[in-house]
């Protein structure tokens, strides 16, 4: 038995396995590019999920808090936030 017939039965073993690297890594990856290649991304998890035999609907999407525009979560930072002791006053 050659090596392609060996992968090829280890990945229609493994099919949830699979999917479920592929979803987990396309999240990252969508995280790290801050949503650049989001539909290029959310194309391959539903193949993934098609190859897996799930259900169209159930198709894991790629995570929905890489949505922020990128460099957001800088924005989100107050100058209140960088200083220490400078927040509000609290009584």
Do not use: W
């Given at each position: 038995?050659?090596m392609?017939?060996?992968?090829?039965?280890?990945?229609i073993?493994?099919?949830?396995?699979?999917a479920?690297?592929?979803?987990?890594?396309?999240?990252?990856?969508?995280?790290?590019?801050?949503?650049k290649?989001?539909?290029?991304?959310e194309?391959?998890d539903a193949a993934?999920?098609?190859?897996?035999?799930?259900?169209?609907d159930?198709?894991?999407?790629?995570?929905?808090d890489?949505?922020?525009?990128?460099g957001?979560?800088?924005?989100?930072?107050?100058?209140?936030?960088?200083?220490?002791?400078?927040?509000?006053?609290?009584?």
């Amino acid at each position: 038995m050659n090596m392609l017939n060996s992968a090829k039965k280890f990945a229609i073993k493994n099919k949830d396995k699979i999917a479920a690297g592929v979803d987990k890594a396309t999240d990252t990856i969508d995280k790290k590019t801050h949503g650049k290649y989001r539909d290029k991304l959310e194309k391959v998890d539903a193949a993934t999920a098609k190859f897996a035999g799930k259900p169209k609907d159930m198709a894991p999407t790629v995570a929905e808090d890489a949505t922020a525009a990128p460099g957001a979560e800088a924005a989100e930072a107050t100058v209140d936030d960088a200083k220490p002791g400078a927040g509000p006053d609290v009584d």
